[in-house]
């Protein structure tokens, strides 16, 4: 039985150090984690014991995230049979794209009518973090600033960019503002997957699919685009080779 648009309402625990709702990507086609995804999505596929999509729920339970919304397309089945059996302590939504892929921007869209806090966590499904002295989504909200910030990007230094080969997203200035790399050029930080977004973020969004990067371009130019650096380990997974070298990674501490 599909699970769209209703919640599990299981014990969801609370706190007033995060906000209780999030938003979880779990819509992409895992294209470049291909055999892999052939049959299943690649939040389901499995990292150091378990799926990736399991590893950010505990995450965001453990900080006292209560609510997740978490949207579907590729292998939607899957994935909401997997929710449906996994979530004995989380309030879940499914924000359904059967219909039509919607990228990250347009599937924060439509999933906004359920998400019941503002601001709210946005967290990638296939993210693998490890927290540093502190829980990061702790730290994230303990950074949010809701005069100044449309939305607050979790980063990390290339330098610790575990798997990553890319050339870097952001340049971040003294007081945390933040500037897109320049065409061509190298930038210091790496986005991880992980912001806290305040739902005006996407007030006049395009109709249909789109990047999330349409709108942070656009709190970028207003100067309401924050960053924060992680302070613990965090691994590109987006291939099938990332997995053991993640793994391995992770057994060396």
């Given amino acids: 039985m599909s699970i769209t648009h ?10 007033a150090e995060v906000p209780r709702c999030a938003m979880v990507m779990a819509a992409g086609l895992g ?22 999509l399991d590893h950010v729920l505990d995450r965001l339970r453990a900080a006292g995230v209560g609510r997740v919304v978490v949207n579907v397309h590729y292998l939607a089945d899957n994935l909401e049979a997997h929710l449906k059996a996994r979530c004995k302590d989380l309030e879940v939504a499914i924000s359904d ?25 946005a967290v990638n499904s296939d993210n693998f973090w490890v927290d540093g002295p502190t829980d990061t989504l702790k730290l994230l909200a303990s950074h949010w600033n809701s005069e100044r910030m449309d939305a ?16 870097g997203d952001f340049h971040m200035d003294a007081a945390g503002r933040l500037r897109r790399r320049a065409a061509g050029r190298v930038a210091p930080f790496v986005y991880t997957g992980i912001q806290m977004v305040a739902k005006r973020l ?15 371009d656009r709190a970028i130019e207003e100067g309401r685009c924050f960053g924060v650096v992680h302070q613990g380990l965090w691994f590109d997974v987006g291939t099938p080779a990332a997995i053991p070298a993640t793994e391995e990674a992770l057994a060396r501490g």
């Fill in 6 to 15: 209703r919640t599990l309402r299981i014990r969801p625990e609370i706190s």
């Fill in 31 to 52: 294209k470049r984690m291909r055999p892999l995804t052939a049959t299943r999505p690649k939040p389901l596929v499995e990292v150091a014991g378990k799926p990736l």
């Fill in 97 to 121: 794209e059967r219909d039509l892929l919607l990228e990250t921007g347009g599937g924060m869209v439509r999933a906004r009518p359920l998400i019941d806090c503002d601001p709210f966590l």
């Fill in 152 to 167: 607050l990007l979790l980063l990390v230094p290339q330098a610790r960019a575990g798997n990553h080969g890319g050339s």
């Fill in 202 to 216: 996407l007030d006049g969004a395009p109709e249909g699919p789109f990047s999330t990067n349409i709108l942070w």
